[in-house]
């Protein structure tokens, strides 16, 4: 019986949960301030994309470093990351296939003499 719980901890192996990774938040800033916003003010879609990207390069990435200096693995860390990208970073449309947004191809056409 012991030897079937060992074999099982072995081939799942410590998940997520063994190291206490908790979601990555980021606050609502004033526009070219330190000032947390309350709750209830929303912000543009241009200044919350830029505030998402203030909260990517100040918050998320810190939170991955200190992940990194935890001595947690690698790949959950930086599949943490990656997960708070995918969520708040990626273009969706309602309308698609797992709402992801399709970019458009452009064909150039280069003369080489």
């Known amino acids: 019986?012991?030897?079937?719980?060992?074999?099982?901890?072995?081939?799942?192996?410590?998940?997520?949960?063994?190291?206490?990774?908790?979601?990555?938040?980021?606050?609502?800033?004033?526009?070219?301030s330190e000032e947390v916003l309350p709750q209830e003010?929303?912000?543009?879609?241009?200044?919350?994309?830029?505030?998402?990207?203030?909260c990517y390069c100040q918050v998320v990435k810190t939170k991955e470093r200190e992940c990194l200096d935890?001595?947690?693995?690698?790949?959950?860390?930086?599949?943490?990351?990656?997960?708070?990208?995918?969520?708040?970073l990626s273009l969706k449309n309602k309308n698609l296939p797992n709402g992801l947004v399709k970019l458009p191809t452009r064909n150039v056409i280069i003369n080489v003499e």
């Open 41 to 54: 003010v929303t912000l543009s879609p241009q200044m919350e994309l830029h505030n998402k990207m203030r």
């Open 70 to 88: 935890d001595n947690v693995p690698r790949t959950l860390c930086l599949q943490r990351t990656k997960d708070w990208v995918e969520v708040n």
């Open 1 to 32: 019986m012991i030897y079937k719980l060992l074999f099982f901890l072995g081939l799942f192996g410590p998940g997520d949960w063994v190291y206490n990774l908790e979601d990555i938040q980021c606050p609502k800033w004033v526009p070219d």
